[in-house]
């Protein structure tokens, strides 16, 4: 028989979204009558901006005469879209990033797995605990940790904590890391990194020859002017970074698919040999190599949320779910439950009430609600305890789901 890769047997348990899911199915096969409101995976629920459909139909107008026709785009990405993203969302904000350091994607989940691609099988690795979970299955799926323990918690990776006891500001390592992931805001914790923060980060990344996977998917909801949107607002992060950005949460685009991730010309890894040696072009031979680039429309698309009425719909939509996490946040604050991030991020983090564990205070929410949250302890052992809502949702659902959150308390 063919050979599989063990390293897919030591994943703890499905992929968290996966288990969700299917403990949502199960209610609803008992329940058909439930009308079950979710608040749990950040999934958009507003149509996309008008600037962005006429752009989309526009270009697909295109794709239908001879003249006008495209096959193949370049792989990472056409160059209206990477001039807009380094014009508006890195030179406008003083960061110095250029269109030939972007490459477009179709997503950045996708990205964030795709990356160690790149990188060597012995890099030390270093993530926030709570934690996105893709970027501990990636490593885990591509040989990079041991076993698990019993708190899911996997040798070989170094697990920083972020808890209400240190205000979820994660110390640096104590030891040398390689691979540093950070988000921010964050997911699942909803909190953001100050300049001060980041600039620690990236001297520890220059004092130990490390690199950070910075995960900025969620930029868009930053509403405080001190908090930077990107890594690369900090002075010297362009020797020690790599940004993921998307148009998932800042457009709508999770089902459309759009991202980008940002490698400086310069940034630099070591060979086996000694030899230092460029990320960008080991990333574009990748990238070109398994990747054939987002489709045209898709790409006019993305580029039209960048004009000036497209940046004004896009805005509506993102104050439009900040609205939403701030009633789900006051509401919450009022029944006296402890409640974090949800200002700047679409994420609302809480403790559980009656110290509750995470899947049972899950399982709580939808039997007595029919309310569906994600289950802290999914994202690492340190969110045990904690339950994450997301803002994702219609106004009507969340005024009724805030209301029978208060009835069951
Ligand atoms: C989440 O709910 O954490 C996100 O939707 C996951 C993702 O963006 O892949």
Known sequence: MTYINDNYLKLTAGYLFLEIARR???????NPAAKVIRLGIGDVTEPLAPAVIQAMHTAVDELAV??????????????????????????????????????????????SGNILDVFGENNVIA?????????VDTNVMAGHTGAADASGRYSGLVYLPVTADNDFVPELPKQRVDLIYLCYPNNPTGVVATKEMLKRWVEYAQQN?????????????????????SIFEIDGAREVAIEFRSFSKTAGFTGVRCAYTVIPKGLKGKARD??????????????????????????????????????????????????????V????????IQVYGGVNAPYVWLKTP????????????????????????????????????SAFNSRANVEEAVQRFAKIM
């Open 274 to 327: 000694g030899r230092e040696v460029e990320i960008h072009p080991l990333w574009n031979r990748r990238h070109c190599t398994k990747f054939n680039g987002v489709s045209y429309p898709v790409q006019r698309g993305a580029a039209a949320t960048y004009s000036r009425e497209g940046k004004r719909q896009v805005r509506e939509t993102i104050d439009f779910y900040l609205t939403n996490a701030k009633l």
């Open 354 to 389: 009656g110290k509750l564990s995470s899947w049972d205070f899950f399982d709580k929410l939808l039997q007595e609600a029919h309310l569906v949250g994600t289950p802290g302890s999914g994202f690492g052992a340190c969110g045990e305890g904690y339950f994450r809502l």
């Open 127 to 135: 993530v926030l605990d709570p934690v996105y979970p893709v970027y």
């Open 24 to 30: 949502i199915e199960a209610f609803c096969a008992k």
């Open 209 to 229: 020859g490390s690199i950070i996977l910075y995960d900025a998917a969620y930029e868009a909801y930053i509403t405080d002017p001190a908090i930077p949107h």
């Open 66 to 111: 001879r003249s006008s026709f495209r096959g193949y785009g370049p792989e990472q990405g056409y160059d209206f879209l990477r001039e807009a993203i380094a014009k508006n969302d890195y030179q406008a904000r003083g960061a110095e990033v250029h269109a030939d350091e972007i490459f477009v994607s179709d997503g950045s989940k996708c990205d």
């Open 329 to 336: 946040r006051e509401t919450l604050a009022k029944l006296g």
